[in-house]
């Protein structure tokens, strides 16, 4: 089955996810959005129509205010059809006019999995994971809160034990790595990188975590990755868009399909 997850953060997002709990998150630029309003998130599923139990979702990043009705529209859709749910963002974006704050988001949806980054409200996409500092008690404590409300708390993190033992310490059950610098690595470079990563990945495993990995993913990169046999969801990012626009969407979507498989 496949999962399409719609994002709002000056983009919007699509995601599919197959039944081995990989994932697909191809980011929609700004200029989608006429679009998306013109034929309602369930317009995202027409491009993994081909696929038996199609299962829909939302991510969120929570800093721009859009319509409420659209997350909980897609949210409801998910709860009626025993969907699996992501909503990303940051938890210390508190409540702030109409929007009700990340961690209300996530009490009132109840998704099955919230990932948090460590993004500011002017970036406009991660580009580093969570390192320790003053905000780890206040940390923790919310990790424990969304916990009551998900299956999965996953945080955005580096690719270095470090990182996964702190991801550890604040109590989640899931991460995801940043794998930016990966992607701007060539093929050539991108062996011994890998090495290193999937020792990584060996040690977050042998911790009983959810493996995630995500960022600047994309047809040519992505391969070398799945073939480690150890990532549980990836992400990918603006590059989907880009390849459709040469490619097709329909075509773009089933190359990745087949690569997740």
Not at 178 to 191: C, F, H, I, S, W
Request: aromatic content about 12%; some cysteine; hydrophobic content about 35%.
């Amino acid at each position: 089955s496949l999962i399409i997850i719609i994002k709002s953060k000056r983009e919007f997002t699509k995601k599919c996810l197959n039944h081995n709990n990989y994932s697909l998150i191809p980011i929609f630029k700004i200029f989608f959005l006429l679009i998306f309003f013109s034929f309602k998130p369930i317009w995202a599923s027409e491009g993994c129509s081909s696929e038996n139990n199609l299962r829909v979702g939302l991510i969120k990043n929570d800093f721009i205010d859009y319509k409420y009705y659209l997350y909980y529209e897609i949210g409801n859709y998910a709860k009626e059809n025993n969907l699996e749910f992501n909503i990303e963002g940051n938890p210390f974006n508190n409540e702030k006019g109409s929007f009700r704050g990340y961690e209300n988001l996530v009490k009132d949806i109840k998704p099955y999995q919230a990932t948090l980054v460590p993004d500011e409200d002017n970036q406009i996409t991660s580009d580093h994971g969570w390192i320790k500092g003053d905000h780890d008690e206040e940390l923790k404590l919310i990790i424990e809160r969304l916990h009551e409300d998900c299956s999965y708390v996953s945080m955005f993190i580096d690719a270095n034990l470090e990182s996964v033992d702190y991801a550890l310490e604040m109590g989640v059950n899931s991460v995801e790595i940043y794998t930016g610098p990966y992607a701007k690595l060539n093929k050539d470079e991108r062996v011994s990188y890998i090495e290193e990563m999937h020792e990584i990945f060996k040690y977050i495993k042998s911790n009983n975590l959810k493996l995630n990995a995500g960022h600047d993913l994309n047809l040519e990169n992505l391969p070398e990755l799945i073939d480690l046999n150890i990532i549980d969801e990836v992400s990918i990012g603006h590059a989907i868009i880009t390849e459709s626009l040469i490619h097709g969407l329909d075509n773009v979507l089933s190359q990745y399909i087949k690569i997740i498989k």
